[in-house]
Structures are given as C-alpha cells and as structure tokens.
C-alpha cells in the first residue's frame, strides 16, 4: 500500500508533502525513456513497512504484468518524514517520537516488454502447481541396486516448446516414472535423478543468434528449472532410502561464451543445482535429509559417480560428435580421466534415444523432452519425439531401460 492509499483522505495531501520534501533529490518520482526500448522508473513514496514486488510495483505505475517486466531487480531508498500537525490531531497523536514521524521509501527499477509469448501468469502458473504438490505416505524399499530418471534437453524458455506445454509433460513424466518405481518388484532404495545438460535454451549457444526464439528471460528459465527439479526430488524423496541428483553442463546452459571461455562448470543448469541443494538445507522436511546433490567440480563439464554398483559417467554430449563417442569415451581412458573408468556413458545433445554396446561398456543417450527444434527439423525433415528414460540398475549393470514417451 503507498502512502496516497493508506492515509485518510482529508490528511493525505500533508502528509504525502511531507514525505516528498525530504526525498533524496536523486529519488525525485519520474520515468526516463531510454533508446533501447526500456524504461527507468523512479517510484512515488511507499511507507516504509511496504514489501516490494515485481507485480505490485509495475501495476502502480500503470504497466501490465503479463506484458511488461522489471530487468535487474530494483533497489530502495528510506527516509523519516514528519507527520503534519493535522495528521497526529485527526489520528489522536501522543507525545510519542512514533506519532511525530514515519519512514518512507521510494524505487528504482527498470521496466520492459516481455518478449513475445512470455506472460508472469504461464510462470506463476507453473510454480504454484509444484508447491501444490503433496507427496503419497511413503512405502518401504527393500532391494539393492538403483533406479534411475534421465532428463536432457528440456531447453526451457524455447518458443516451439511453451512452458505450460513443457511443465505438463515434465511433471506427467515425473509422475509416470514414480509410479513404475513403486510397482517394481524388490525396488531398490536408492533413486537417481541425471539431469543431462541443455536444461534452459539460454542465450549463449549458436552464437547468441537463437536469442529470438526465446519467450522467457534468463531469470525466469532459471527459475522454471529449479522448480522443475524441486518436483522431482519432492516426488520421489518420500518414498527412497537415499535420493541423488545431479546436473551437468550442457552448450545451451552455458553462462557466458560468445565474449570469452570461462570454465567448463560456468552453467545456469550448475547453478540451479546449487540453489536446489541451498534450500533444501533450510528446509525442516525430514524426507528431504536423505537428498545428495552433485555437480561438475572447478572447470569440470561432467559427474562420475558409483549409481547402484554401476558406474556412470554423466556429460551433456557436446564433447563429441555422433559416431565418435567411443572414440571419445577410450581416450578419457587413455588420458586417465574420470569418464574413462565408466561402466556407463549417460549422455543427451543428440535429442534421440540411443542405446549401443562394446563389450561391457553401455552408451545410453536420453532423449530430448523440448517439443521440437525448427531448425533441425528444416535441416533434416526430422520432427521432435519427447521422452524421458528410466533405468534399473541390477548387479552393477543397467538391466531394463524404458523410454517416457
């Protein structure tokens, strides 16, 4: 509430003069036009006990959420401003230092259009139905070896995947995989959820030349990511002995790479990750103590860990070219790498699913939950197929893989 709303409208004119005379003269209420498009907004005075946000404050000074945005979050100033005599007559004011003065405070935020498709609602829409989320009574688990959900290639924020089209399956898929899970027979008590890289469409890939073909900002892909991942692990970590998860960095994830080469873990799908794991040490839920997340270490791109007695290498897929991954896979062996000791190379980028043997070692590409890319299919005719894996893991080998359509 800003203070012209909140005060009795016989004294709000005093008091909002007041609150006025004492704003920093470079807080002074305005909007400044700028030529790329965006707007510099100075707000009117709040009282100080108002709680920014970014629907409130665009929906004050006459912008629409659903078309318009706040770019880089906003910033805040306070300060005390007396009470006219009116004001503490007409209110019963004591001669208390409380009823001769307030606080008020004002904003500055930058504001834009969203870009074509984007609405906060189709955002808030998706978030609120994963807090809505209640998990099933848990079941006992009783056998060895893993369960595992392979997701790659989600690439959130694409136009020819819509967010609500995106969510529906993400979570249809989360739910089918948790239903196969509880129906198995002697289900193991360890789940292992891989996320596989190019999990946001970002800005960085190509070039920057797909930024277009975007209809969510960085922000709000990011943030679709990570409750994405809270959906999953809240699914499924009721009802395990121990739930594991990771992220490794996909070309489509990266942070920054068209001005300059940062390290290999520079990722948003790294990063989203790590906030997971942030809040999931605040949270006070007992079934999300057994939660273990893993990333990429300081410039690594991918997570090798025992899954279930099996060891797997987990990278995005970007490394290597198709029809070369075993040529790959034998020189981390070789070069006496992490991957090369892999019983199984887990990988997505190819966008469709793939399983290939050479004597005991298993290549498994996921495939690509996104809808599908326009460019590859104009390339080669071929459409998108959604889909999602999971994988037993049996004596230290994947003993049944089952493709999420």
């Avoid at 959130?156 to 089918?176: A, M, N, Y």
Wanted: glycine fraction near 8%; aromatic fraction near 8%.
């Amino acid at each position: 509430m800003n203070i012209k709303d909140d005060l009795l409208k016989t004294t709000q004119a005093s008091v909002r003069r007041q609150a006025e005379a004492r704003i920093p003269k470079t807080w002074r209420a305005g909007e400044r036009h700028n030529d790329d498009g965006t707007t510099d907004v100075t707000s009117r005075p709040y009282e100080g006990s108002y709680e920014a946000s970014e629907a409130a404050l665009l929906e004050d000074h006459g912008y629409d959420p659903d078309t318009h945005m706040i770019v880089g979050g906003w910033r805040h100033s306070a300060w005390t401003a007396h009470k006219p005599k009116e004001y503490r007559q007409n209110t019963g004011g004591n001669d208390d230092q409380d009823a001769y003065t307030f606080t008020a405070k004002a904003y500055k935020f930058k504001v834009t259009k969203r870009p074509e498709g984007s609405t906060a609602s189709e955002v808030a829409a998706l978030v609120s139905s994963m807090d809505a989320w209640t998990p099933a009574p848990a079941q006992g688990t009783t056998g060895p070896g893993a369960f595992i959900l392979a997701i790659g290639d989600t690439q959130i924020g694409k136009l020819e995947s819509p967010v609500d089209e995106l969510g529906e399956l993400f979570t249809r898929h989360v739910d089918q995989a948790l239903a196969e899970y509880l129906a198995a027979p002697d289900r193991p008590g360890h789940v292992h959820i891989a996320w596989l890289g190019d999990c946001i469409e970002g800005q960085e890939s190509q070039g920057g030349k797909n930024r277009w073909r975007t209809n969510l900002t960085m922000t709000e892909q990011v943030r679709v990511l990570q409750r994405f991942m809270i959906y999953a692990i809240k699914a499924f970590s009721a009802q395990c002995d121990r739930l594991t998860v990771i992220s490794v960095p996909g070309n489509h994830d990266e942070a920054a790479h068209r001005d300059l080469s940062t390290r290999s873990d520079d990722s948003w799908a790294v990063q989203a990750l790590v906030s997971v794991e942030d809040a999931l040490t605040l949270s006070d839920n007992p079934a999300l103590e057994k939660v273990e997340c893993y990333v990429p270490g300081a410039d690594q791109h991918g997570v090798t860990m025992n899954i279930g007695g099996c060891t797997i290498a987990h990278v995005h897929g970007h490394q290597f070219r198709p029809r070369k991954e075993y040529e790959w896979w034998q020189g981390q062996a070789f070069g006496g790498q992490d991957e090369g000791q892999a019983d199984v190379l887990l990988h997505g980028h190819q966008h469709h699913y793939q399983v290939e043997e050479q004597g005991h070692r298993t290549r498994i590409c996921t495939p690509a939950m996104e809808k599908e890319s326009v460019w590859w299919k104009h390339a080669t005719g071929t459409p998108g197929n959604p889909g999602s894996l999971i994988i037993h893991i049996t004596d230290g080998r994947p003993s049944t893989i089952k493709r999420l359509n």
